[in-house]
């Protein structure tokens, strides 16, 4: 919503500009006032940061100011062939400068709030290491090549021996190719900038191309930045009869901005990922410098998935021989499938507490707490009481443990997502 609103402010502003350069008050003075409503409506409905609101606020303020004058000089009938609005906040009013530097000036600040839509896609503290990915030794290996080394040891790379540009990371789906850019974007010292299709494409003529321009001054800007695009495969299809002119042309722009014929994209990274790479535009497949297969975990993996998922801190009662066993049923199963899987397992003891009628008081074993707790049993138990769950207190009940049944009960109910024969 954001966004939209944003996109629809500065449309207007745009449109204002215009028609007062061609002395056509009325109209320059309308499209300020909406303009200046749109941007009312982002600052009340949008999420946004310290920074815009500072842009945001005085633009309101000036468009406003600027409107009115425009009705005033019109009412006293004392219009003359020059404009009369200046969307600088900083300049004064346009009859003392000259007509063309208000023009610059009102591009050059309607660009620096076309940009600012892009401080929301910075991606920040993601909390994820490369240590936390299980496998993928070459993908990692190949992002710390084009991503962390070069900021490290710069004097290494220089000359002919230059870091990736481009890397498209693809593969069925669940293998972790969007953890691995959360890893990216918690070890890197650069921008992160992940975005979406809701980023770039826009239903007003022209802008779609302007966004993925933007996009690219954005992070050229910031001279070292990682830009980030999953699923890339739902903006950049392959080309078909029925496919629009404006996605043509989103196309277009996104490969010339990427090979950098006009500008210099020295210290800006694009990292991409898509679950079908049979789907994406041939161009745009081929612009990226380096593609690398993220694969299925193999039987180590999925044994050490399991026991990640499950948790170090999580009160279970499997074997170390059981993780080994578990990982050679789940052939075929990717990451997500496996945390599905121990998600539904730690959560059968919770059940099992819920539909219990009878438990029994045992020793608390840590130190802190209450010296008794109440653990579920059976009825035959002799020790067992007829007790509900909402007659205990949060601290008096024992932790239940999840076993090897609570898995494999879970695995019989959750299907590999990806088949042999894909």
């Given amino acids: 919503m954001q966004h939209d609103y944003l996109q629809k402010a500065i449309c207007f502003a745009d449109q204002a500009t215009t028609e007062d350069k061609a002395y056509n008050y009325e109209a320059a003075a309308q499209h300020y006032m909406t303009a200046a409503d749109w941007l009312m409506q982002t600052m009340k409905y949008g999420a946004l940061n310290v920074q815009m609101k500072q842009v945001i606020r005085p633009k309101v303020e000036s468009y ?38 208000d023009d610059e000036n009102n591009r050059d600040v309607n660009r620096k709030l076309r940009l600012l839509k892009f401080e929301h896609a910075i991606v920040t ?6 240590d936390d990915v299980i496998g993928l030794e070459q993908a990692k290996e190949a992002l710390k090549e084009a991503v962390i080394l070069p900021v490290k040891f710069p004097q290494h790379f220089q000359g002919k021996r230059k870091p990736w540009a481009s890397i498209l990371l693809y593969g069925p789906p669940g293998t972790g190719k969007s953890y691995l850019a959360k890893a990216v974007a918690s070890e890197c010292t650069r921008k992160f900038i992940s975005v979406t299709s ?7 003529f022209g802008e779609s191309e302007r966004n993925v321009k933007d996009l690219f001054e954005f992070a050229r800007e910031r001279q070292s930045c990682v830009v980030f695009i999953d699923n890339i495969d739902g903006l950049f299809g392959q080309c078909h009869d029925t496919e629009s002119e404006s996605l043509k042309r989103v196309k277009t722009e996104f490969l010339v901005q990427m090979q950098g014929v006009e500008k210099d994209n020295s210290g800006v990274f694009i990292l991409a990922t898509t679950n079908m790479p049979w789907a994406l535009d041939t ?24 026991k990640i998922h499950v948790g170090t801190n999580t009160y279970h009662t499997i074997q ?30 919770v059940r099992r507490l819920c539909s219990a009628t009878h438990f029994k008081r045992v020793q608390n074993p840590k130190p ?38 609570d898995i ?6 959750q299907k590999p997502t990806v088949g042999k024969s894909d």
């Avoid at 503290?125 to 490369?130: I, P």
């Avoid at 707490?369 to 769950?389: H, N």
């Fill in 64 to 101: 406003v100011r600027r409107a009115e004058e425009i009705k005033e000089v019109l009412k006293n009938g004392s219009a003359k062939k020059k404009p009369i609005a200046n969307t600088s906040n900083e300049r004064g009013n346009a009859k003392d400068n000259k007509g063309n530097d």
């Fill in 125 to 130: 503290d993601m909390k994820v290491t490369f």
């Fill in 198 to 204: 809701s980023d770039l494409l826009s239903k007003w």
């Fill in 283 to 306: 161009a745009i497949r081929r612009s990226f410098e380096k593609r690398i297969y993220i694969s299925l975990p193999d039987v180590n993996e999925r044994a050490a998935l399991f």
């Fill in 320 to 349: 170390e021989h059981e993780w080994m066993q578990l990982a050679q049923k789940t052939e075929y199963y990717s990451g997500v499938d496996i945390a599905v899987i121990c998600q539904e397992a730690l959560l059968r003891p």
């Fill in 368 to 405: 802190n707490g209450p010296r008794q707790l109440w653990l579920v049993c059976s009825p035959e138990d002799p020790a067992a009481q007829e007790l509900t769950l909402d007659k205990i207190k949060s601290d008096e009940l024992y932790e239940p443990s999840v076993s090897m049944k």
């Fill in 408 to 413: 494999e009960a879970a695995l019989a109910t």
